[in-house]
């Protein structure tokens, strides 16, 4: 076991503990989860304390989400990523495939169409823009979304790997989110990253339960438990089941 390397805090309360005191800086982890699990939150949490607590800009890009609805969601939390984007320690990006205007693609969605395309446009636009503003971080929400375009898992695969390469080479950490249910077959993106981080929303009894658990981290010792997550006026906190009654 490598301990040797330089460690990336999460920001997210409780979690370093259980990886060994950080993320391994520069490489790529999949947050999975179902939606409504908090994999957003969490991605948005790495970045805003990223770039607020330890000084590492970020870059978050979204495929699926309007930018003003996810600020507006992070008010609640207390964080302002506008105060941020105004000092160029965050940048977000809004990459949504579908929100090509007709007039500018054609009708036939040539853009995506192409099996080589989605990953290549979108490491060329994380590349500049991690450039433009030097950031340590990037979010990627969703590679899910970038997977629907390709008929071919080999391409999907090359796409995914080339990106991931890129990403690690360029010397950021970054977070990449799948939507994931138990019942489905194993996405091709765990396969091709150095960790998986899996958030569960489970009833128990009457309510909605939120858990997080680390699955694999490559090279790091890490707890295999899964850990109570509670979500409340600033952000995400993961609990110690041990240390609760």
Same mark, same amino acid.
């Given at each position: ?13 409780? &979690?370093?503990?259980?990886?060994? +005191? ?21 991605? &948005? ?7 607020? =607590? ?25 964080? =302002? ?24 693609? +054609?009708? =036939? ?11 290549? %446009? ?18 990627? =929400? ?28 360029? +010397? ?7 939507? %994931? ?13 150095? +960790? ?40 995400? %906190? ?8």
């Amino acid at each position: 076991m490598d301990y040797t390397y330089s460690k990336v805090k999460t920001g997210i309360p409780g &979690l370093d503990s259980i990886i060994s +005191g950080g993320l391994k800086k520069d490489r790529s982890i999949i947050i999975s989860g179902p939606p409504g699990s908090g994999k957003t939150t969490f991605g &948005l949490q790495f970045l805003y304390s990223g770039a607020r =607590d330890f000084d590492e800009p970020g870059v978050y890009i979204t495929m699926s989400q309007n930018i003003d609805e996810i600020k507006n969601d992070c008010k609640s939390f207390g964080w =302002d990523f506008d105060d941020l984007i105004n000092k160029d320690k965050i940048m977000m990006i809004d990459a949504r495939p579908f929100k090509i205007q007709d007039e500018i693609i +054609g009708k =036939d969605d040539s853009l995506y169409r192409g099996e080589q395309m989605p990953f290549e %446009h979108l490491t060329k636009l994380l590349l500049s823009s991690i450039k433009r503003i030097e950031a340590k971080r990037v979010v990627i =929400d969703s590679v899910t979304i970038l997977a629907m375009q390709y008929l071919d898992k080999f391409y999907m695969r090359q796409g995914l790997q080339g990106m991931i390469q890129a990403l690690e080479n360029y +010397g950021v950490t970054s977070l990449i989110i799948s939507e %994931h249910s138990e019942n489905n077959e194993i996405p091709l993106e765990w396969f091709v990253t150095s +960790g998986i981080i899996q958030l569960r929303h489970t009833r128990k009894e009457d309510t909605m339960e939120r858990t997080i658990q680390v699955t694999k981290m490559r090279g790091i010792k890490h707890s295999q438990q899964i850990h109570p997550i509670v979500l409340d006026g600033d952000g995400m %906190h993961i609990q110690h089941p041990r240390l609760t009654p």
